[in-house]
């Protein structure tokens, strides 16, 4: 069981087991099984609102003892809570499945993800403290006949013919 605070300060379990794939399964349509073949953990990393939906379908048996509806559950989840619950989705994940290989597998690609996912992050932050990308944006308002340094007249204040 892994664990996660959202923005409203509830913790929440996450317990991936049968009973919870298939509640996931009925109410998302997702089949959590589909992260050993490698598609699913993209899909759930670039969309917060399928993960979301499926971290409310696992915790649902929570969320309905404490009176939390899926909309409650969802305003609650953004920026860091929503990065908590991948982690303890994705993890639940990898100790679910029943192969020892695929454990080992799925958690390999899960820590490839993650590296993966943080030198993204790092070459962004390289490009913005650079001044690489205030270079480019300068070359594209220039090519547009616009002036990096001043925004354009309005026609309110261009003198008339």
């Given at each position: 069981m892994r664990m996660f605070i959202d923005n409203a300060g509830r913790t929440w379990t996450v317990d991936i087991n049968v009973a919870a794939l298939?509640?996931?399964?009925?109410?998302?349509?997702?089949?959590?099984?589909?992260?050993?073949?490698?598609?699913?953990?993209?899909?759930?990393?670039?969309?917060?609102?399928?993960?979301?939906?499926?971290?409310?379908?696992?915790?649902?048996?929570?969320?309905?003892?404490?009176?939390?509806?899926?909309?409650?559950?969802?305003?609650?989840?953004a920026g860091d809570a929503i990065e908590a619950a991948t982690t303890a989705v994705l993890e639940e994940l990898v100790g679910f499945c029943p192969s020892p290989r695929d454990r080992a597998n799925l958690g390999r690609v899960l820590q490839a993800t993650k590296k993966v996912m943080e030198r993204a992050r790092d070459l962004v932050e390289k490009k913005l403290d650079s001044g690489e990308l205030d270079r480019l944006a300068d070359r594209l308002l220039e090519s547009a006949g616009v002036s990096s340094g001043s925004a354009p007249a309005s026609s309110a204040s261009t003198p008339g013919p």
């Open positions: 298939k509640r996931v399964r009925g109410l998302t349509g997702v089949d959590l099984m589909q992260v050993i073949e490698g598609t699913l953990i993209e899909k759930l990393i670039r969309d917060p609102v399928l993960l979301c939906d499926v971290v409310y379908a696992i915790c649902k048996p929570e969320a309905d003892a404490a009176k939390v509806s899926d909309e409650e559950f969802g305003k609650a989840m």
